[in-house]
């Protein structure tokens, strides 16, 4: 299992926790597969932006009217975290189904 996130995050780091035999990617530092943000997209959709965060209110109008993969590949921070990768399957987040959906209740 692979988890792409930022190791600033808390939940990114909670999840680590209670997957420690997950490998982790910092999406600022490491940068995403080829391939997988567009896969995580098509999955997704508009919900890999994180239009709550600091990045997101610090981006002007016309940014955030941009492509959401060319804002997210400009701006890492963006995407909703963690992104888990178990076996080419893709999940967002860290609520209850996910942890579920993980064995990680």
């Known amino acids: 299992m692979k988890i792409y996130g ?3 995050c808390d939940t990114c780091r909670k999840v680590l926790k209670q997957l420690p035999d ?3 990617s910092d ?13 995580a997209y098509a999955a ?8 709550r965060s600091t990045t997101w209110r610090g ?8 492509e959401p ?3 997210l590949r400009a701006h890492p921070a963006l995407m909703k ?13 860290w609520d209850q ?3 579920a959906a993980l064995g990680a209740a």
């Open 44 to 51: 997704f959709g508009a919900k890999l932006v994180n239009t």
């Open 97 to 99: 189904n996910v942890r």
């Open 69 to 71: 993969l060319d804002l």
């Open 6 to 8: 930022l190791k600033t």
């Open 59 to 66: 981006l002007s109008e016309e940014e955030r009217a941009g």
């Open 81 to 93: 975290r963690p992104l888990i990768e178990r076996n080419g399957e893709l999940f967002l987040g």
């Open 27 to 39: 999406i600022r530092g490491d940068g995403m597969p080829d391939g997988l943000l567009e896969a």
């Open 22 to 24: 997950s490998t982790f």
